[in-house]
């Protein structure tokens, strides 16, 4: 079997709301869908979705991207998944996004081809994916009630975003835990809001607070600051943004920087990599959440099967679907009762695109 073509559109997505978290406010995000056909008439589908603010990436430049990878790939065994990246790796560097794009399409197309849905062709037993929900920045008691809300909606683990004001991420985080009691797992994510500093004394003021883990306290760059929060918290530290791919991690073990890694597809290149940056993570004892950017179904269901295959994955933030207005375009890949996404048995990701 060989690639034939690879064709790729942006779609946007509005949000219901605008997603307030430590770097601004976002109101929709677009995300670019890759069609790969083959010479076997197995077609394909990925997606790229853009954070320019985090990864570089806006959909034109993933959509660029994708053109200058769709030289190297056509003719190429899309079996042949660690040639295809091997074949992306040397035609561009970085651009996690676009990678991922090919590289969910070309997962689609082995599933297809092996008649497996994802979760099984990575190993993973079930489809069932409980994921946490997220709690934009606002007032420490709206976002207090928003808590109590999603613990009714069915939610049991929340992700509380922080890194705006010390005193009101201290005020929030404590004002949720009193709200929602202790049954609850709390996680909070900092976005790169806070100085070493900052971070120790939130920490010191939440250690009552039963938090699971800490989230990018300081800028990505600040792998010292990183180390610093991690050799002095007893709160286990996640690097989001301070890790997009294998070599990150790497850094990552060797500078003790954090003591878990949130693996997104949209950062490391898709499946491929991100199985290999939680072996790294797992073979020197650190453990891994999956996360997301603003995916639409397709990304949601490949995060959602990788976060099966593995039992270092612990969590899973898999949420982005549930803040846009209706998705038409794709159907299907995972029905969703909260807390839980229980993935379709359909080979591939079994996502229905309309492309
Ligand atoms: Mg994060």
């Known amino acids: ?170 005020q929030a985080i404590r004002q949720i835990r009193s709200a929602v009691g202790p ?40 792998f010292e600051g990183l180390s610093y929060i991690s050799s002095h918290s007893d709160i286990d530290i996640m690097a989001d943004e301070s890790c997009f791919n294998r070599h990150d991690a790497a850094r990552i073990v060797k500078e003790k920087a954090a003591d878990m890694i949130n693996i997104k597809l949209m950062k490391c290149g898709g499946l491929f990599r991100a199985i290999q940056i939680n072996e790294i993570a797992e073979s020197h004892g650190l453990r891994c959440m999956v996360g997301c950017m603003a995916e639409t179904r397709i990304g949601i269901a490949a995060a959602a099967a990788v976060a099966k295959a593995t039992s270092n994955v612990v969590y899973a933030d898999l949420d982005g679907f549930l803040y846009f207005t209706e998705d038409k375009k794709n159907t299907g890949g995972f029905t969703f009762e909260a807390p839980f996404i229980k993935l379709s048995a359909n080979p591939g990701h079994g996502v229905e695109v309309d492309f």
């Open 1 to 170: 079997m060989i690639i034939t073509d690879i064709t790729a559109k942006i779609f946007s997505q509005e949000f219901l709301k605008p997603l307030v978290v430590a770097l601004g406010a976002i109101k929709s995000s677009d995300t670019v869908i890759v069609k790969i056909e083959t010479d076997a008439g197995i077609v394909g589908y990925g997606e790229g979705s853009s954070a320019p603010f985090i990864s570089g990436e806006s959909a034109d430049i993933i959509l660029s991207a994708v053109g200058i990878l769709k030289t190297g790939l056509i003719g190429e065994d899309p079996l042949d998944i660690a040639g295809i990246h091997a074949t992306m790796d040397r035609l561009l560097v970085r651009n996690g996004a676009a990678k991922a794009a090919i590289d969910l399409a070309v997962y689609d197309i082995i599933g297809k081809h092996e008649s497996l849905p994802l979760y099984k062709l990575l190993g993973g037993a079930d489809g069932f994916v409980e994921t946490d929900i997220t709690i934009m920045v606002d007032s420490p008691e709206r976002m207090a009630e928003e808590a109590l809300k999603c613990v009714a909606d069915g939610f049991k683990q929340l992700k509380i975003k922080a890194g705006v004001s010390c005193e009101d991420d201290i």
């Open 183 to 222: 049954g609850v797992g709390l996680k909070v994510d900092a976005n790169q809001g806070w100085t070493a500093e900052q971070a120790l004394k939130v920490i010191e003021s939440i250690k009552d607070c039963a938090v699971g883990a800490i989230e990018q306290p300081v800028p990505w760059w600040d």
